[in-house]
């Protein structure tokens, strides 16, 4: 048999379905993967079955490309409101597969082989993959634990004139820091100063709990150079549903939009159809979802500290990280946590190319139930 594509002969199975496979085996409590443990809100789901039942009206076919308009004017309506960021829900937002597919999308629309993509680790392992099957090249500059701040020196080394795109994951998975303006207004500088695309993945924006998120286009100058991701997954609870979005200028939406259609041509209609009216009362229900994963993060990261952990208190997301003591290694520790203690969480080190500092780090994730969270630190005790 002939080889296959290079790129993919490489990629490994991730470490989230490694951990979640041992976590199965061994039977442990799985705090490893980024989702709830617990059913999305019920008035959503009850707007997608409202929707299945409208096939009469077209809505079980297949949505058109860009996303329904619906759906793409409530995105629109809601940065206006939020951030006063102004996108045309005509030209300026693309429904995708969630960000997952965004982000793909983005770099096979944005990169070319031998192209450059600065990226700030620890990172999400999608954008490894998607920068490389677009032939381009990732060069990680690291967020130094335990306040996960970056050495401005260290992006300027890391430029060449190959580099075409910075990637800013905020808030960030794993370590729950929330950028400040000022850091972000940094890296925008450097951003505008060298002429990159900024690919802002900004799936957490709803999980900050002490500090505001700031979006990365409403810094000065950098609408037009920001390729904004979101995704309704985190905020909603559902990430089974897969949507999400990418807004830009028309022109950059334009080439993304020509590999979405070529990818997965839409995105599931009536899942569409609920979104766009759930968004459209997102206010009440904002206040509420946040101040719950304030009260579970508050739980775990507490019942951490009694257990003798060194956590360190996300400002955002929904995961929290525990330094590890010296002398041990993150991936030893989480099998023996899965083995003696019933606990599955993620070794960090799966999200670092350059340093070793993830070796020291775990990854704990709190939304789940209380009870599920309670069981774990009983067994960690
Ligand atoms: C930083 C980050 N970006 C993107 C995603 C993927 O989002 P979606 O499920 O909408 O594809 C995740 C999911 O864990 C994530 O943590």
Same mark, same amino acid.
């Given at each position: 048999?002939?080889?296959?594509?290079?790129?993919?002969?490489?990629?490994?199975?991730?470490?989230?379905?490694?951990?979640?496979?041992?976590?199965?085996?061994?039977?442990?409590?799985?705090? %490893?993967?980024?989702?709830?443990?617990?059913?999305?809100?019920?008035?959503?789901?009850?707007?997608?079955?409202?929707?299945?039942?409208?096939?009469?009206?077209?809505?079980?076919?297949?949505?058109?490309?860009?996303?329904?308009? %619906?759906?793409?004017?409530?995105?629109?309506?809601?940065?206006?409101?939020?951030?006063?960021?102004?996108?045309?829900?005509?030209?300026?937002?693309?429904? *995708?597969?969630?960000?997952?597919?965004?982000?793909?999308?983005?770099?096979?629309?944005?990169?070319?082989?031998?192209?450059?993509?600065?990226?700030?680790?620890?990172?999400? @392992?999608?954008?490894?993959?998607?920068?490389?099957?677009?032939?381009?090249?990732?060069?990680?500059?690291?967020?130094?634990?335990?306040?996960?701040?970056?050495?401005?020196?260290?992006?300027?080394?890391?430029?060449?004139?190959?580099?075409?795109?910075?990637?800013?994951?905020?808030?960030?998975?794993?370590?729950?820091?929330?950028? @400040?303006?000022?850091?972000? %207004?940094?890296?925008?500088?450097?951003?505008?100063?060298?002429? #990159?695309?900024?690919?802002?993945?900004?799936?957490?924006?709803?999980? *900050?709990?002490?500090?505001?998120?700031?979006? *990365?286009?409403?810094?000065?100058?950098?609408?037009?150079?920001?390729?904004?991701?979101?995704?309704?997954?985190?905020?909603?609870?559902?990430?089974?549903?897969?949507?999400?979005?990418?807004?830009?200028?028309?022109?950059?939406? %334009?080439?993304?939009?020509?590999?979405?259609?070529?990818?997965?041509?839409?995105?599931?209609?009536?899942?569409?159809?609920?979104?766009?009216?759930?968004?459209?009362?997102?206010?009440?229900?904002?206040?509420?979802?946040?101040?719950?994963?304030?009260?579970?993060?508050?739980?775990?990261?507490?019942?951490?500290?009694?257990?003798?952990?060194?956590?360190?208190?996300?400002?955002?997301?929904?995961?929290?990280?525990?330094?590890?003591?010296?002398?041990?290694?993150?991936? @030893?520790?989480?099998?023996?946590?899965?083995?003696?203690?019933?606990?599955?969480?993620?070794?960090?080190?799966?999200?670092?190319?350059?340093?070793?500092?993830?070796?020291?780090?775990?990854?704990?994730?709190?939304?789940?139930?209380?009870?599920?969270? #309670?069981?774990?630190?009983?067994?960690?005790?």
């Amino acid at each position: 048999m002939k080889s296959m594509n290079h790129v993919v002969s490489n990629f490994k199975e991730s470490i989230f379905s490694t951990m979640t496979k041992m976590a199965i085996e061994n039977k442990a409590i799985n705090l %490893s993967q980024g989702f709830p443990d617990f059913d999305g809100p019920k008035w959503v789901i009850n707007l997608a079955k409202e929707a299945l039942d409208e096939g009469h009206l077209g809505k079980n076919q297949y949505a058109p490309s860009m996303g329904i308009l %619906s759906l793409r004017e409530a995105i629109s309506a809601n940065y206006k409101k939020l951030y006063h960021l102004d996108y045309s829900a005509s030209s300026e937002i693309l429904v *995708t597969n969630g960000a997952t597919e965004a982000i793909f999308c983005a770099c096979l629309a944005l990169l070319n082989p031998g192209d450059e993509v600065i990226v700030l680790e620890p990172f999400y @392992d999608s954008y490894l993959a998607a920068i490389e099957l677009a032939g381009a090249k990732i060069v990680p500059v690291t967020l130094k634990a335990p306040n996960f701040t970056y050495d401005i020196n260290e992006i300027k080394e890391a430029l060449t004139d190959k580099t075409k795109m910075l990637i800013i994951n905020n808030p960030h998975n794993p370590s729950g820091k929330v950028y @400040d303006k000022s850091e972000l %207004s940094e890296l925008c500088q450097f951003a505008c100063e060298n002429d #990159l695309y900024v690919m802002s993945d900004e799936v957490y924006e709803f999980l *900050t709990f002490e500090k505001a998120h700031i979006p *990365t286009a409403t810094l000065e100058n950098m609408k037009e150079r920001t390729i904004t991701i979101s995704s309704t997954g985190k905020t909603f609870g559902l990430t089974g549903w897969k949507i999400g979005w990418v807004c830009s200028s028309e022109t950059i939406i %334009s080439a993304i939009h020509k590999v979405h259609q070529f990818n997965v041509f839409c995105v599931a209609h009536p899942l569409q159809v609920a979104m766009a009216r759930a968004l459209e009362k997102m206010d009440e229900y904002i206040i509420e979802f946040k101040s719950e994963y304030k009260r579970k993060r508050d739980l775990l990261v507490n019942g951490l500290k009694d257990a003798g952990l060194n956590v360190l208190n996300p400002a955002g997301t929904y995961f929290a990280l525990v330094m590890l003591p010296e002398g041990e290694n993150d991936v @030893d520790y989480c099998k023996k946590l899965i083995v003696e203690n019933k606990v599955a969480v993620i070794p960090t080190s799966a999200f670092y190319l350059k340093s070793d500092e993830g070796k020291r780090i775990v990854r704990f994730c709190f939304a789940k139930q209380d009870e599920t969270l #309670l069981n774990a630190l009983k067994n960690l005790k």
